[in-house]
């Protein structure tokens, strides 16, 4: 879980920074599978909070992309 929030939120930074080329538009698809993927199976309330804020940025992050605006 670590590796994917890093991951993640690196993704979201160059994003910010204007760096979200095509690679790291295809790790951040990758991690919003594997964020959909394990979202179901934490259990921690608060766990949950974060990890849903972090998918749902990213999935704001990879709308930007002109990949992910088709």
């Keep these: ?24 538009y295809r790790i951040l ?12 199976f934490i259990d921690d309330e608060e766990a949950v909070r974060y990890y849903r804020h972090l998918r749902d940025t990213a999935a704001f992050v990879a709308g930007t992309h002109p990949a992910g605006a088709a």
């Design 1 to 24: 879980m670590v590796l994917l929030d890093t991951e993640t939120a690196g993704c979201v930074i160059s994003t910010l920074e204007g760096r979200l080329d095509d690679r790291l």
């Design 29 to 40: 698809l990758g991690c919003l599978a594997a964020l959909d993927k394990v979202l179901p």
